[in-house]
Structure formats: C-alpha cells, structure tokens
Nanobody, 114 residues
Framework: VQLQASGGGLVQSGGSLRLSCVVS????????MGWYRQAPGKQRERVAR???????NYADSVKGRFTVSRDKAKNTVTLEMSNLKPEDSGLYYC?????????WGQGTLVTVSS
C-alpha cells in the first residue's frame, strides 16, 4: 500500500488548506484511513479518522474546522482545513490501517502564520 499526500503550504491564521492523499490500491470497508500531524517536539496525533465503510471522527482540537472525506472511485482521502490556527502547524501524514498492515504517506508541511 502506497500513499501519496499533497496540498500543504503556508497560510495565514484564519485561512484554509486542502490536503489530499491518493492510495495505490483498492480499499475495503474493513480498512481505515486517517490524517495525522506532528509538530516539532511533539508526538504524532491523529486529527481525523475515516473508516472506508463507516463514519468519520475528529480530534477535539479540530472539530468544526476540519472535514475529512473519501472518494472511493479515486481511492482518495481529502482533508479540508478551515479557520486555521498557528497551533495547527506541523507535518501532516495520511495513514492506512487495515488487514494489510499500517502504512504512512510522506508528510506534507502545513505552516500557519499568526
């Protein structure tokens, strides 16, 4: 399973960004995708979870501001981020968890300036 993430960048506080993650293989309802972030000096944390066959959920810190979605036909997961804050800055990773193991995409950097 290969994951290709894109869409990071520099944005001002209050701005928006969209991250995308393309998965190299077909996913099944037992699989799960997620978006994670890691700020300098901090542990990686999950910000959004999207089971391929179920409902999404979010970290409390991003609820109401981030939206994760999937396109099953394109094997793509998208993270729409709005009202961004400086504390949202970090490396964002998409991750796969399923019967085939755990896989990570390369990180994409999000920087939110105040």
């Amino acid at each position: 399973v290969q994951l290709q993430a894109s869409g990071g960048g520099l944005v001002q506080s209050g701005g928006s960004l969209r991250l995308s993650c393309v998965v190299s293989t077909r996913l099944f309802t037992s699989d799960e995708m997620g978006w994670y972030r890691q700020a300098p000096g901090k542990q990686r944390e999950r910000v959004a979870r999207i089971p391929w066959g179920g409902n999404t959920n979010y970290a409390d810190s991003v609820k109401g501001r981030f939206t994760v979605s999937r396109d099953k036909a394109k094997n793509t997961v998208t993270l729409e981020m709005s009202n961004l804050k400086p504390e949202d800055s970090g490396l964002y990773y998409c991750g796969y968890h399923g019967a085939r193991g755990i896989y990570w995409g390369q990180g994409t950097l999000v920087t939110v300036s105040s």
